[in-house]
């Protein structure tokens, strides 16, 4: 059994505790960074979402599309501007799951525990899962292969997994609720599931924590975000920041092909 999996943590628990106490961005965002920082971060993913979107030639509007973890909908609205065929939102948090019913009408949304055994009699066929943020949450070794094992069973053939993950380069960085695998051992499940990688890029340069560089300078403006954005009373700091790096993050990401910090996958089942 791997250490991971002998952890108390209930992860239903801790999100329909955060979704309760703060539901918005911080609560899936970067919790300690506050709103008006983590909104742009959103804006971020959102425009690299798109543009690698675009660079594989997806076209939505003959698709129907599973959003996994779908907390504030944000992917949700995402996947409706990109005229998605249809739209189905989850959340295992009950919580969520009732806030997205009461935002977004026209949408379906279901309770889900990606990680359970009786997932795929649950739900229909998608040709289009996405899952940003979330996997790396799931502690546990084997319900993380589960969920991969799931979310293979949903796609129809010729479907596309779309994630957000942490991808390490070696040695994995295992917290209490965050569990940070490497890009190989990732990659590896991917492919033994019958995926295969079609594009990788970086969702963040400077705006988020560089855990996979040594870099002075990134781990200097790291410690500066967090500063500035620490300050709770003055929320203003965090906009005023996040909109002074946003164009240079947008600037800097199409140059590269890895990034210090979350990166996005688009996969599909061969």
Known sequence: ????????????????????????????????????????????????????????????????????????????????????????????????????????????????????????????????????????HIVDDGKYRQAIANIRSLLRPGGYFILSENFLAQNRETGLHQVSRTYTEIVAMLEEYGFVVLQRAPVFFLMNRPLKSSSGVLQGTWKIIKRVTGMTQRPWLGAWLGALLYPLELASLPFMSTGPSTEMLICRVV
């Open 1 to 136: 059994m791997s250490s991971t999996s002998m952890t108390d943590f209930d992860p239903r628990a801790f999100w329909e505790t955060r979704h309760t106490r703060k539901y918005g961005p911080e609560s899936v965002g970067y919790a300690g960074l506050g709103v008006p920082y983590n909104e742009w971060m959103y804006r971020v993913r959102g425009r690299v979402v798109t543009r690698q979107l675009h660079r594989s030639h997806i076209d939505l509007s003959t698709r129907d599309v599973l959003d996994i973890g779908s907390g504030t909908g944000f992917y949700i609205q995402l996947w409706k501007h990109q005229h998605a065929r249809s739209v189905t939102g989850s959340d295992f948090a009950p919580y969520a799951v009732h806030a997205l019913r009461e935002k977004f009408p026209d949408a379906r949304f279901v309770e889900l525990d990606i990680t359970g055994a009786n997932v795929s009699s649950e739900l229909e066929r998608y040709d289009v899962i996405s899952a940003f943020d979330i996997l790396y």
